[in-house]
């Protein structure tokens, strides 16, 4: 009778399509109004998946090597071209359509590359806050190019109970305090959450038919299908067992550049087939 309980492991199925491998431009579209501290916190990150400085321990370039396990070899990001967009150019109220045109700016068009849209907190879009935190997609442009695109939004005047959780108090579930965030911006470090699960997705299911599980219309993909998950020990509520700053107590799990430092979620392993978390 136990066998019949027993969790079974969780499997990604691959689905026997591209997989975005190699060298990758990160293409960014900043939507709105950041403060420079605000980029250069998104900005670490995103250089720190790759970095290949003197590694920290545990360090953001070490969760991204598990991307290397699925099918192709190794991802190498780097930053391309970025645009700011400071008027709010199609208005303060996007939609999918919007999402890809923004995706679509000429300048961001190039081949091997992920167009990264980072919305500021003023921003409403389509679904944010009712179903996604953060998107990525792929779509044809007037040209006939395909590109892969993402989104992730600022949530912290909108949902932050839903999309900056574990820095703030969730909205339904069990009520445990928050934690500091370790750059002391809740809706920024909500953002470098969901911007590690989206580009995780991106290059390990980019078109709809490489890793996931369930419908290919609501997969869960290599960080989605471990939501909540940040350190050993995690239940619904509980982020795990996870590092504190002694000096501001805030709560961290990885070290980027210059030291700075981030919590990113559990990202799932295809050689153990769990959720591999870096604490």
Not at 164 to 176: D, E, I, N, R, S
Not at 192 to 201: D, E, R, S, Y
Not at 215 to 228: F, I, K, M, N, R
Request: charged share 10%; glycine share 10%; hydrophobic share 40%.
């Amino acid at each position: 009778m136990l066998a019949l309980v027993q969790n079974q492991p969780l499997v990604l199925k691959y689905h026997k399509g591209a997989l975005l491998k190699g060298n990758i431009s990160l293409h960014l579209l900043w939507y709105g109004t950041f403060t420079p501290t605000q980029r250069s916190i998104i900005l670490d990150f995103l250089q720190s998946l790759t970095s290949t400085s003197a590694p920290h321990t545990p360090s953001v370039s070490t969760w991204w090597r598990t991307t290397e396990s699925y099918r192709g070899g190794p991802c190498t990001l780097g930053i391309g071209n970025q645009i700011l967009d400071q008027n709010y150019s199609l208005g303060k109220s996007l939609n999918t359509h919007h999402l890809l045109a923004l995706a679509s700016n000429p300048k961001l068009t190039s081949p091997r590359a992920v167009h990264v849209i980072l919305t500021s907190a003023d921003v409403a879009v389509q679904d944010f806050c009712v179903s996604q935190c953060g998107t990525h997609a792929s779509a044809k442009t007037k040209s006939g190019q395909r590109i892969a695109y993402a989104w992730v939004g600022n949530s912290v005047t909108q949902c932050p109970g839903q999309c900056a959780w574990p820095f703030h108090q969730p909205l339904y579930g069990p009520q445990t305090p928050p934690l500091l965030p370790p750059n002391a911006d809740v809706g920024v470090d909500g953002m470098v959450v969901n911007l590690a699960t989206v580009l995780a997705g991106v290059v390990t299911n980019p078109f709809e038919d490489g890793y996931f599980q369930g419908p290919a219309t609501a997969p869960l993909e290599a960080v989605s299908a471990c939501t909540g998950i940040f350190g050993k020990g995690a239940y619904p509520g509980y982020a795990g067992d996870v590092l504190v700053e002694n000096t501001t107590g805030a709560s961290y799990n990885a070290v980027g550049l210059r030291g700075r430092r981030f919590l990113l979620p559990a990202m799932w392993d295809p050689i153990s087939s769990t959720c591999k978390t870096l604490v």
